[in-house]
């Protein structure tokens, strides 16, 4: 079975400052997209960034950027100046196919537990 | 905005009742999805439906049904609840496959409890 690992359960750190949460994932598809989701206390999940396997380019938006080794099947997620309102559960997760005609769907990791601490 | 609206926040129901969770979308999306979120488990895919009346079973399906009788509803059932599938429940669309890179978008979550 295709997995995504997030090894941090949890994780805090002050406000301002820069935090990084990890994840690995295994795949046997060439092309692929990578997510990274955000569930605050309000339970809505916000996708955060997106990245395709096939850009070497790291995909950034705004304070939030990912480190993607393809080879290594990692895609972390920092956050620079963190925010109050980053508190959050982050999840990662990747495409795998699931049918005959191409679609496909979300697997996801079993979250990150982040709290910006004031 | 675009909206996945779920019907119920919050649900508490009995052992041996069948239960319905709907879920509607307004963005005419080809794809819904029924997942299932635990702690320490993360996300876990029940059932999804790529196109009206279809349905293709995910990686947790026992206990669980569906229902996509229109494009934008999707309904999950349980036919008889029990306590093991008390359970924080989140349904999303997604487009079809050309724009699988923009993602779900999700609804709020049923946060479901079997007594």
Request: aromatic share 12%.
């Amino acid at each position: 079975a295709q997995t995504v690992t997030q090894s941090q359960p949890e994780m805090s750190v002050q406000e301002a400052e820069t935090v990084t949460l990890s994840c690995t994932y295994d795949t046997s598809e060439s092309n692929y997209y990578l997510f990274w989701y955000k569930q605050p206390p309000s339970r809505q999940m916000i996708l955060v960034i997106r990245q395709e396997a096939y850009k070497q380019q790291n995909a950034t938006e705004n304070r939030f950027s990912v480190n993607f080794q393809k080879a290594a099947k990692s895609f972390s997620l920092k956050i620079s100046d963190s925010q109050l309102g980053d508190t959050a559960m982050y999840f990662c997760a990747f495409t795998e196919p699931i049918s005959n005609f191409g679609n496909e769907k979300l697997t996801f990791g079993t979250g990150t537990r982040l709290t910006i601490i004031p | 905005d675009v909206k996945v609206t779920q019907s119920s926040r919050y649900l508490v129901k009995r052992t041996g009742e069948k239960v319905f969770l709907e879920c509607v979308q307004d963005m005419d999306h080809e794809n819904m999805f029924w997942y299932r979120q635990d702690p320490g488990l993360g996300l876990r895919l029940i059932y999804f439906s790529y196109d009206v009346k279809m349905k293709e079973k995910g990686d947790i399906p026992e206990g669980y049904s569906v229902s996509r009788e229109k494009k934008e509803r999707f309904s999950l059932i349980l036919e008889s609840a029990s306590t093991n599938q008390t359970s924080m429940y989140l349904c999303a669309s997604s487009p079809p496959i050309h724009r699988q890179g923009d993602g779900y978008t999700f609804g709020s979550g049923t946060r479901l409890t079997v007594v």
